[in-house]
């Protein structure tokens, strides 16, 4: 039986003017049929030393010939400008108890959960507002990357709301795309150096920090924004009586 609890409202992301980051341009993702304007980017180090060590990007490996998968944790922003959501993933956690094979991922109850307590871990040490914004897995070999229809499932499932997003990615062919919202249309999705992710961070703290921009409000709404998605019971894999699966 399903408790229904529904006191939080839904989450509003911050507005903020998108930043020109530095992208690495050799590093994008496809972006075949943008159908979306949000958009993603993923620090180099979360690329490379998290999501593309667990694929083994670039190399063929014994795991890597499976389908593998894993939740992705960020920032998301909105920039009323554009109307345009943009999030930047900082963490990835893989699943790494998951069981797949050359065209099939299933995610059990006991993966989510091992991925939900790493977040969880992750959500309390940090202090900025990352969130669950998503999940990322592999389509090995010789499968493009595209939503099939049990990744759509799966998106419309647990990551519908319109700034949560998909990345599928195939380690061997190195390429990948991203996807957003409910019904998962492509949108842009860039790899960004560190370094000038740190730098704007900077630049946003100094804003936040200014005297006369000081609001009484504001660490209160901080430590809101910290809490892990698991707030929401529509997105809380561990209330699903179903277990997700991935394809
Ligand atoms: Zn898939």
Known sequence: MFKIIDINRPFVPAEKVEPKFHILEQRDSQNLRIGALHRLYILESTWAEEIGVHLGWGKRTKQNRVEQGGILLG?????????RTFVIVQKAIPGVSAQGSPGYLSMGHSTWEEMLNEA????ERTEYPLRIIGWYHSHPNELPVFMSGTDLN???????????????????????????GLNAPECEGFVIADQSFLDWRAEEKVIENAPELVKPAQEESRDIEILPESENQD???NIQSIPPKYE
């Open 120 to 123: 969880d871990v992750f959500l």
């Open 75 to 83: 920032e998301v922003f909105h920039d009323p400008d554009q109307n």
């Open 154 to 180: 799966t998106q419309a499932k647990f990551f519908h709301n319109d700034w949560q997003f998909s990345i599928v990615i195939n380690p061997h062919k190195q390429i990948w795309r991203a996807f957003v």
């Open 235 to 237: 997105n809380n894999p």
